[in-house]
């Protein structure tokens, strides 16, 4: 049985594709003009018909982000200290006046070490309120204030509290208030994203069984599975966000240290929006139409690959809604951490890996049989195949969860070509002429 997510979402698909065309004749998807449907001529070229259908169904294709924070491999570890008053941070969450200044500091590439002066808050939803290490907003400060404090410090490189030094120079010029609007950074590897950032912590101990864990293991294998759906969901380079992997060593304002663990940086919406020729808000005059039917199955596509129920369409939850030009809105997955493949006891869920391949997904595929998008898009993600399975492959996951994931990752893999296998009899002109444009593109290489 299809669940109801999938049902709505397959509903709002159909209205979109009932909904009246323009005067001339032609409807937006995939970022392009295209006939509502293919004449005789392009069905006897196959290759045409792949060409057209492509134009018609292939999702928005984004360009990589400009930080050099997210120019690195999927297990390119970033190790990094902030010190702060996490006390404070993890004890004030929903306090609009809580937070604190800190500092963060990474070496460069050239091996100097960087001071970035921020200020922390606590964020987020279900992980704000049940884990001991709540997930962290950072915000920048100015330039301005970071030439100010360099000024202060002096030439104190060698100094070994440097750290305690810069963040207790910044509470002093910070005098209790707040950071509400931050900064774009320039000099460090945070340039390019904008003025804050968000990090997702190991959370902790929880007081939710379906987030964080009772030991250090079950908190990073919870982390870093979620980190490797994004990252195997990001070489299709469509409208998920971008991810980077770090180590944080975490510290109290003396400078004592508190722990170091795992967490992710999760890129900005609005960069996010950027990359894919988006933007985060609507465009001033311009009328909002409703969602791109393609983008839309694109959205069904990856969550139900990924085991993910944990979203909501109409509600826009953990789903980042994005701006065309062209009125359309368009639609990306996030927030991963409920998955059947890290929670299968999440009561959404209450499938194995397994169970769900069985009961959910291959009768959603089957559901699709003969649909040119569905198609398309399969097509395109198959294509991928190598490429994603390889992030598992090089995961940091220890050797049981690198065999859960890398099971879940073939067997539902394994469906998308058994789509595609049966959709030859269907569409033999689509598929032919999709393999034909496949070795094109290839040659060209």
């Not at 030439?155 to 910044?170: A, H, I, M, Q």
């Not at 904008?194 to 997702?200: E, M, N, P, Q, R």
């Not at 009768?363 to 490429?387: C, N």
């Not at 969860?401 to 394994?414: G, T, V």
Request: glycine fraction near 6%.
């Amino acid at each position: 049985m299809i669940d109801k997510k999938a049902g709505f979402i397959s509903l709002v698909l159909f209205c979109a594709a009932m909904a009246p065309f323009g005067t001339t004749g032609t409807a937006m998807a995939g970022g392009e003009d295209i006939g509502a449907s293919h004449d005789a001529s392009a069905i006897s070229d196959p290759l045409q018909y792949a060409n057209d259908a492509i134009a018609r169904y292939r999702p928005l294709k984004c360009k990589k982000s400009k930080s050099p924070l997210f120019r690195a491999g999927p297990s390119d570890l970033l190790e990094l200290e902030i010190i702060s008053d996490f006390r404070r941070i993890n004890a004030d969450t929903y306090d609009e006046e809580g937070g604190d200044s800190g500092v963060i500091s990474y070496l460069d590439k050239k091996n100097r070490r960087q001071y970035v002066p921020v200020f922390i808050k606590d964020r987020g939803n279900s992980r704000r309120d049940s884990c001991e290490w709540v997930p962290l907003r950072i915000t920048f400060e100015s330039p301005k204030v970071k030439k100010k404090l360099d000024r202060s410090l002096g030439d104190s490189s060698r100094d070994g509290d440097r750290l305690v030094r810069t963040y207790n120079e910044l509470k002093a010029m910070r005098k209790g208030v707040p950071l509400l609007k931050g900064t774009s950074q320039k000099d460090n590897i945070f340039r390019k994203l904008g003025d804050d950032i968000k990090i997702v912590t190991h959370c902790g101990k929880s007081t939710w069984r379906h987030v964080g864990g009772d030991t250090k293991e079950e908190q990073e294998n919870r982390l870093l599975q979620e980190y490797y759906i994004y990252q195997v969901l990001d070489q299709m380079k469509s409208t998920t966000l971008k991810t980077r992997l770090a180590e944080i060593t975490y510290r109290d304002p003396g400078g004592n240290l508190l722990l170091t663990r795992k967490a992710f940086f999760r890129e900005p919406k609005s960069k996010l929006a950027k990359r894919c020729g988006l933007s985060n808000k609507s465009y001033p005059g311009v009328a909002v139409k409703g969602f791109n039917k393609t983008s839309l199955f694109q959205l069904e596509l990856f969550n139900q690959f990924v085991y993910s129920k944990d979203y909501d369409l109409e509600e826009e939850s953990n789903i980042n809604v994005l701006y065309g030009k062209d009125g359309q809105k368009y639609v990306g997955p996030y927030d991963f951490d409920l998955s059947g493949i890290i929670a299968p006891e999440y009561r959404p869920n209450r499938k194995t890996v397994e169970e769900n391949l069985k009961e959910n997904f291959q009768p959603w595929l089957k559901s699709r049989d003969g649909d040119e998008m569905a198609i398309v898009q399969i097509f395109f993600m198959v294509r991928k195949k190598a490429k994603m399975r390889n992030v598992l492959t090089s995961s940091l996951l220890n050797k049981e969860k690198k065999a859960h994931m890398l099971n879940w990752f073939d067997s539902y893999m394994a469906a998308l070509e058994q789509f595609l296998e049966r959709n030859r009899a269907l569409k033999p002109e689509l598929i032919k002429g999709l393999e034909l444009w496949s070795r094109s593109k290839k040659k060209r290489k």
